[in-house]
């Protein structure tokens, strides 16, 4: 038996298959995840994310300590704007990826990985020795992703009016503590939408309302294929601590300016850029029929060869779609082995999917 | 989970479906084979007139989650395949022991006996997949 959030008797009277995720007992579908993947695309879907580590940080050296641990600057945030970023080791290696969202000059909030829980509070507390800060790992709060185009109309038969006026009016990027509900406008597949956190106990009401109003429960199935048509990495699979941001996609996360911020990892980025960068991560589309799937061989003619860090089925495109770490300068082409068959396929610039739209895919 | 598992139907042990009539074998994969896999969305089906051997891949089946082999239950030549499959794959999802059909075998005379004698009935198969939940 796993760890069960708080939204867990409501995914078995919803039908969820349920499986292990990191410990935790969670919904992979309802029924079918493509259909879910649909709906989110289209209509309105909402996940049950409470399986994700909420840490609030408090104190008067809380920016002093970020501007430390986090690859990207937190100085770019003004009160209710929401960052995203990588924490590094010394190597240069990505410890996590996760969302930083600052309250005040003295509140911050990270939403991190589940499957990191462990290795990341723990990094964290050794990096904090010294600090005048206070750590605290919410779990007494439960998390919701509502996201598609229609979630915004839809909401307006959830939250109260006074609610809903401060959720429609965030910005990208931008969150909002209510009396009841933290919301911000972010998420994990490319669509408009929210992320919200609520206490536990009243998560399966809320629940129950997005329900009622016509917000469809979607799993972790599309979860992950939305979030890979969208182009955004998964950590664990996309990268690591044995990869840095410069070979992740992650580049335009990493905040070298101001020169003087001395953030965990830098030196070992800026030996990384000077020595060049060897590789990369781009989004590949199969050609012809079939899926991608993760560690695939990618055969780049006159390069050399890469992986496949992440590889599925768009439900969007009808393809094979993945990320693959490859030898940087590939071209438009390259090949992918699959059952010892080398087939062709196409190198795109991300993301597979943009809002509902097909981006930069050549049907060909 | 309550899969459907039809007596009229032999099966064999990696979750293949298989159908006689007269001298033609029509073959599928399980309901609860698809209902595991999840979404279908790609199949890769034998040539037809090639032969396929018992306990042989013959087949790809994959989901948005997982790739699965198919193994022929039974060995002879291939004589229809399911070519709707390749547009729809999700038919195995909608309908796996209708039109969501594989392919169709003419088996060899000399093995037949001794093939259609290795397969479960539909009580020994329902066995099999509540054993497999524990």
Not at chain 2, 26 to 49: F, K, S
Request: charged content about 25%.
């Amino acid at each position: 038996m796993g760890k069960k959030t708080p939204l867990y008797d409501c995914h078995l009277i919803a039908k969820a298959k349920m499986v292990d995720f990191a410990g935790w007992d969670m919904p992979l579908n309802y029924g079918s995840q493509v259909e879910e993947h649909h709906k989110v695309r289209q209509d309105a879907g909402v996940f049950d994310v409470s399986h994700m580590t909420i840490v609030d940080f408090h104190g008067k050296d809380v920016a002093m300590l970020l501007r430390k641990l986090l690859a990207n600057n937190i100085d770019r945030l003004v009160p209710g704007k929401a960052l995203y970023t990588c924490m590094l080791n010394e190597q240069g290696g990505v410890i996590d990826d996760l969302i930083v969202y600052k309250m005040s000059d003295e509140f911050y909030r990270l939403i991190v990985n589940s499957a990191t829980r462990d290795k990341d509070i723990a990094w964290m507390q050794k990096q904090a020795s010294g600090f005048t800060i206070e750590m605290t790992e919410r779990t007494d709060l439960a998390m919701l992703a509502i996201q598609g185009p229609r979630v915004r109309d839809k909401l307006a038969n959830v939250l109260n009016s006074d609610d809903l006026q401060a959720v429609l009016a965030l910005k990208v990027f931008h969150a909002v503590q209510l009396n009841h509900l933290f919301a911000a406008r972010t998420g994990y597949t490319g669509e408009d939408g929210f992320e919200v956190i609520l206490p536990a106990k009243d998560a399966a009401a809320f629940w129950h309302a997005l329900l009622k109003a016509d917000i469809h429960p979607c799993g972790l199935g599309a979860r992950d294929t939305l979030r890979l048509e969208a182009g955004l990495n998964l950590y664990g699979a996309d990268m690591d601590e044995s990869v840095t941001p410069l070979v992740s996609n992650l580049a335009w996360t990493v905040a070298f300016e101001p020169a003087e911020r001395d953030f965990i990892g830098r030196v070992a980025l800026l030996k990384q850029k000077h020595e060049g960068i060897a590789e990369c991560l781009v989004g590949l589309v199969l050609m012809g029929p079939g899926v991608l799937r993760n560690h695939q061989k990618v055969i780049i003619d006159g390069l050399g060869i890469g992986e496949i860090t992440s590889g599925s089925f768009s439900p969007t495109l009808n393809k094979g779609i993945a990320l693959a770490r490859v030898p940087a300068g590939i071209g438009q082409r390259c090949r992918v082995e699959i059952r010892g068959k080398e087939v062709e396929a196409q190198v795109i610039k991300l993301p597979f999917v943009l809002s509902g739209k097909k981006n930069n895919i050549v049907t060909a | 989970m309550n899969n459907s598992i039809p007596k009229k139907l032999k099966y064999s042990r990696t979750h293949e479906w298989v159908r006689q009539d007269d001298d033609v074998l029509t073959i599928g994969i399980t309901d609860h084979a698809q209902t595991m896999l999840g979404d279908l969305v790609y199949v890769e089906l034998p040539e037809p007139e090639s032969n396929v051997e018992t306990g042989h891949e013959c087949a790809v089946v994959e989901s948005v989650k997982a790739a699965a082999d198919v193994y022929s239950p039974v060995s002879g030549e291939v004589i229809e395949i399911n070519e709707a499959l390749l547009e729809s794959p999700q038919l195995i999802n909608e309908d796996p022991y209708g039109k969501g059909w594989l392919f169709r075998v003419k088996p060899f005379e000399s093995e037949i006996a001794e093939d259609v004698a290795k397969l479960l009935t539909a009580d020994q198969y329902t066995k099999q997949v509540a054993s497999e939940a524990h």
